[in-house]
């Protein structure tokens, strides 16, 4: 080891090209790393939804979901089964062993389902898919004094205005109900024209068709054939003939049934600081860097809104990169702060490029890890950022202690070279044992299994990497540095009064009082605890009992909790009210209406009192919606020109019913690992109902949240 520091010593050009390597590395490999909120967390879970439609959850729990359970429960690779059974639809989670392959379990799943024959007839399709965790990067509110279908028609101008950008790749338009046509048929007209309604259900799914015609070869080359028949809209499918009389006259659907081009019936919708709205999620792909991709986003926001007609307003009401930045903030300022705070420490007692020299190490260190992160996939996440934040202090140390024992070898008047080489190999064994002691308490992060693993993964690399390239800068770049400096002028040859001789004489005072610390007080407490060395002993086990019996039991009343994600204050206040079975419509809106209203009031108590921001409201959104709080999207197709309304004043939101969440969760627990249960989805474009009695009027939940400036008083 001394022969590898000396070279770097003596050959003070290589130790600057190293150092070089692990500043321009960083610097140029900083762009290349990417950029997430949150680390990408792989699951191994398998999803199996099926759609039964006006089943209630124990049909739903015996057709369906037992089934499947019965079928997959025998496959290789899996540790638990979940199934959960709700108002038409069941969703089954199989969770996988770790390691096991996720293509091969998704086959072996999926061939095992489609082999169910035994399925209710009305059951539509099952989709196995692997579930991946979507991450939103920022949610846009668009809010309009509107009709829905208004609204709705703007909500997908901009999500496609937005999904045309170049580096964005998912965007979905959500809190807005599905397009849906009715076709609603009485029984007596049924009667009256002497239809059945497989009849007319037939008619329709002929008659709304694209149908290929084959080609014609001409000389002028070949055409295609194709009749378009297919429906769109209401007017499409009121020209749908349903049958054709000897005289020539037809019965076309309009004659015998009620077509309403509208929604489906759930009760879903959102109100946005008062006014009917939808939101625009923008989600992180691949490799895709948050800030660039929130960056763009806004940008094209500002674009938009000079575009978009009076009475429509783009507003941002979630952003992921704030909380990326923040951290990134918070980096800097404490890199910043510790780089000050070790060179005013050290400027105290050694001299002032040897303490610059040694304070550079915290930078060199993070730029060195930065240089590795793209080839050990590691991001610029809150994570890795927290982990720099975590070593910081760490990073200065060996650093401290070369640097202090070189200092005390050419304070003997030694050759500056061969007291940095000498001052640096008395304490290379010491120094790097001590690092490893702490890659060694990090190191088992990285190869920690399943989902909390891949997090904790995330700091341990970081970390460690950090820690290598502090050694590698304390023993090759640091004494190559220390060993060409200048000698230190002897304090006698210093003329007086200069403040060179001043801080010379400062820094003789400080090092004298700190050396009458350690051997008027530090010495001879140590000396007693020697001589007594069986009573420290003693006292240190008590001392730890009395720790380990806190951790357990507490201290009287106050007991101690263990959380991952200890609770933290958001920007955001959400309260959620899930009302029973068959609660009529008026009754959640009555109850989402008082959540607002306290949020007004509440607003209204705090500006009183003056808990402002920059001369606004500390409340800056209030946000409720009624529905199903599943966050899926809607409206992917495209929409005619013909249905493309303008703006108007008026607002109408059609609320009859939605859906129950009354459901059946059944898990079965293969290895012993319990998971809570994967909610299905699912949706329909367009349906066909026969007119029968009202349904019950009902809903499943309604939320609402409210948006607090980010700068507000802690005392709040």
Same mark, same amino acid.
């Given at each position: 080891?001394?022969?590898?520091?000396?070279?770097?010593?003596?050959?003070?050009?290589? *130790?600057?090209?190293?150092?070089?390597?692990?500043?321009?590395?960083?610097?140029?490999?900083?762009?290349?790393?990417?950029?997430?909120?949150?680390?990408?967390?792989?699951?191994?879970?398998?999803?199996?939804?099926?759609?039964?439609?006006?089943?209630?959850?124990?049909?739903?729990?015996?057709?369906?979901?037992?089934?499947?359970?019965?079928?997959?429960?025998?496959?290789?690779?899996?540790?638990?089964?979940?199934?959960?059974?709700?108002?038409?639809?069941?969703?089954?989670?199989?969770?996988?062993?770790?390691?096991?392959?996720?293509?091969?379990?998704?086959?072996?799943?999926?061939?095992?389902?489609?082999?169910?024959?035994?399925?209710?007839?009305?059951?539509?399709?099952?989709?196995?898919?692997?579930?991946?965790?979507?991450?939103?990067?920022?949610?846009?509110?668009?809010?309009?004094?509107?009709?829905?279908?208004?609204?709705?028609?703007?909500?997908?101008?901009?999500?496609?205005?937005?999904?045309?950008?170049?580096?964005?790749?998912?965007?979905?338009?959500?809190?807005?109900?599905?397009?849906?046509?009715?076709?609603?048929?009485?029984?007596?007209?049924?009667?009256?024209?002497?239809?059945?309604?497989?009849?007319?259900?037939? &008619?329709?799914?002929?008659?709304?068709?694209?149908?290929?015609?084959?080609?014609?070869?001409?000389?002028?080359?070949?055409?295609?054939?194709?009749?378009?028949?297919? *429906?769109?809209? #209401?007017?499409?499918?009121?020209?749908?003939?349903?049958?054709?009389?000897?005289?020539?006259?037809?019965?076309?659907?309009?004659?015998?049934?009620?077509?309403?081009?509208?929604?489906?019936?759930?009760?879903?919708?959102?109100?946005?600081?008062?006014?009917?709205?939808?939101?625009?999620?923008?989600?992180?792909?691949?490799?895709?860097?948050?800030?660039?991709?929130?960056?763009?986003?806004?940008?094209?926001?500002?674009?938009?809104?000079?575009?978009?007609?009076?009475?429509?307003?783009?507003?941002?009401?979630?952003?992921?990169?704030?909380?990326?930045?923040?951290?990134?903030?918070?980096?800097?300022?404490?890199?910043?702060?510790?780089?000050?705070?070790?060179?005013?420490?050290?400027?105290?007692?050694?001299?002032?490029?040897?303490?610059?020299?040694?304070?550079?190490?915290?930078?060199?260190?993070?730029?060195?890890?930065?240089?590795?992160?793209?080839?050990?996939?590691?991001?610029?996440?809150?994570?890795?950022?927290?982990?720099?934040?975590?070593?910081?202090?760490?990073?200065?140390?060996?650093?401290?202690?070369?640097?202090?024992?070189?200092?005390?070898?050419?304070?003997?008047?030694?050759?500056?070279?061969?007291?940095?080489?000498?001052?640096?190999?008395?304490?290379?064994?010491?120094?790097?044992?001590?690092?490893?002691?702490?890659?060694?308490?990090?190191?088992?992060?990285?190869?920690?299994?399943?989902?909390?693993?891949?997090?904790?993964?995330?700091?341990?690399?970081?970390?460690?990497?950090?820690?290598?390239?502090?050694?590698?800068?304390?023993?090759?770049?640091?004494?190559?540095?220390?060993?060409?400096?200048?000698?230190?002028?002897?304090?006698?040859?210093?003329?007086? #009064?200069?403040?060179?001789?001043?801080?010379?004489?400062?820094?003789?005072?400080?090092?004298?009082?700190?050396?009458?610390?350690?051997?008027?007080?530090?010495?001879?407490?140590?000396?007693?605890?020697?001589?007594?060395?069986?009573?420290?002993?003693?006292?240190?086990?008590?001392?730890?009992?009395?720790?380990?019996?806190?951790?357990?039991?507490?201290?009287?009343?106050?007991?101690?909790?263990?959380?991952?994600?200890?609770?933290?204050?958001?920007?955001?206040?959400?309260?959620?009210?899930?009302?029973?079975?068959?609660?009529?419509?008026?009754?959640?809106?009555? &109850? &989402?209406?008082?959540?607002?209203?306290?949020?007004?009031?509440?607003?209204?108590?705090?500006?009183?009192?003056?808990?402002?921001?920059?001369?606004?409201?500390?409340?800056?959104?209030?946000?409720?919606?009624?529905?199903?709080?599943?966050?899926?999207?809607? #409206?992917?197709?495209?929409?005619?020109?013909?249905?493309?309304?303008?703006?108007?004043?008026?607002?109408?939101?059609?609320?009859?019913?939605?859906?129950?969440?009354?459901?059946?969760?059944?898990?079965?627990?293969?290895?012993?690992?319990?998971?809570?249960?994967?909610?299905?989805?699912?949706?329909?474009?367009?349906?066909?109902?026969?007119?029968?009695?009202?349904?019950?009027?009902?809903?499943?939940?309604?939320?609402?949240?409210?948006?607090?400036?980010?700068?507000?008083?802690?005392?709040?």
């Amino acid at each position: 080891m001394k022969s590898a520091i000396a070279w770097f010593a003596r050959n003070h050009v290589a *130790a600057n090209l190293l150092m070089a390597l692990m500043v321009i590395g960083g610097l140029v490999s900083l762009p290349r790393i990417q950029q997430k909120t949150f680390p990408d967390i792989n699951v191994d879970v398998i999803s199996v939804a099926v759609t039964y439609l006006g089943a209630a959850p124990e049909e739903v729990e015996q057709g369906v979901c037992i089934r499947i359970e019965e079928e997959i429960n025998g496959l290789n690779g899996i540790e638990q089964i979940t199934s959960s059974a709700a108002e038409g639809a069941c969703g089954v989670s199989a969770e996988l062993m770790s390691g096991y392959p996720i293509d091969r379990a998704l086959s072996e799943i999926k061939n095992a389902v489609d082999s169910i024959t035994t399925f209710p007839d009305e059951t539509e399709k099952p989709i196995v898919s692997h579930v991946d965790i979507r991450r939103t990067v920022l949610q846009v509110a668009v809010s309009a004094n509107a009709s829905e279908r208004s609204l709705k028609v703007f909500g997908e101008r901009i999500r496609d205005s937005i999904a045309s950008l170049p580096n964005v790749t998912q965007v979905e338009l959500q809190n807005a109900r599905e397009y849906e046509i009715s076709i609603e048929i009485a029984e007596e007209t049924l009667r009256r024209h002497g239809l059945t309604f497989d009849e007319v259900v037939s &008619a329709v799914r002929r008659g709304s068709l694209d149908r290929p015609g084959g080609s014609i070869k001409t000389t002028g080359g070949e055409i295609l054939l194709r009749t378009k028949g297919q *429906a769109y809209v #209401g007017p499409d499918f009121e020209r749908i003939v349903l049958r054709t009389e000897t005289d020539g006259t037809r019965l076309l659907l309009s004659d015998v049934a009620t077509i309403d081009d509208g929604f489906d019936e759930d009760d879903q919708y959102m109100i946005f600081d008062g006014e009917p709205a939808v939101t625009v999620k923008t989600f992180r792909v691949g490799d895709q860097k948050v800030l660039d991709l929130v960056d763009s986003v806004r940008s094209h926001l500002d674009v938009l809104r000079a575009k978009l007609p009076e009475g429509i307003t783009l507003t941002v009401w979630e952003d992921s990169a704030k909380t990326l930045r923040d951290r990134l903030d918070i980096l800097v300022r404490n890199g910043i702060g510790g780089f000050i705070l070790v060179f005013v420490v050290l400027a105290l007692f050694l001299r002032l490029k040897l303490a610059i020299w040694v304070s550079l190490g915290v930078p060199l260190s993070i730029l060195g890890a930065l240089f590795v992160f793209p080839y050990a996939d590691v991001s610029i996440d809150v994570i890795s950022l927290f982990a720099f934040i975590m070593v910081l202090g760490l990073l200065v140390d060996d650093a401290v202690v070369v640097g202090e024992n070189v200092h005390r070898h050419q304070e003997n008047a030694e050759d500056p070279l061969e007291a940095s080489i000498t001052g640096t190999h008395e304490v290379s064994i010491p120094v790097i044992f001590g690092v490893l002691t702490t890659i060694t308490a990090f190191g088992p992060m990285i190869f920690a299994p399943g989902t909390m693993g891949q997090i904790f993964g995330v700091i341990g690399l970081s970390a460690v990497l950090c820690l290598i390239f502090s050694v590698i800068e304390s023993q090759f770049v640091l004494p190559a540095h220390l060993g060409h400096m200048k000698p230190s002028i002897d304090s006698q040859l210093v003329r007086q #009064g200069s403040i060179q001789a001043r801080w010379k004489n400062f820094q003789t005072r400080m090092s004298t009082s700190l050396t009458r610390l350690a051997t008027e007080r530090y010495r001879p407490a140590l000396d007693r605890a020697l001589t007594n060395r069986y009573s420290v002993i003693a006292g240190g086990i008590g001392i730890l009992l009395i720790a380990l019996s806190t951790v357990a039991f507490g201290i009287g009343r106050f007991k101690m909790n263990f959380s991952f994600f200890p609770p933290i204050e958001s920007d955001y206040v959400t309260a959620l009210i899930v009302m029973p079975q068959g609660t009529p419509i008026e009754a959640t809106e009555r &109850a &989402a209406r008082e959540l607002v209203d306290s949020a007004h009031r509440t607003q209204a108590e705090m500006d009183e009192e003056g808990l402002e921001v920059d001369g606004e409201s500390l409340v800056r959104h209030i946000l409720f919606s009624v529905g199903k709080q599943t966050r899926t999207g809607g #409206g992917d197709r495209e929409v005619p020109p013909e249905r493309r309304d303008p703006i108007s004043p008026k607002s109408v939101w059609p609320s009859n019913r939605a859906t129950s969440d009354r459901s059946v969760q059944r898990r079965s627990n293969v290895a012993g690992v319990t998971t809570p249960p994967r909610s299905p989805t699912s949706s329909s474009s367009r349906s066909m109902r026969h007119s029968s009695a009202p349904a019950t009027r009902s809903i499943s939940s309604c939320e609402a949240t409210t948006l607090i400036s980010s700068s507000r008083p802690r005392s709040v």
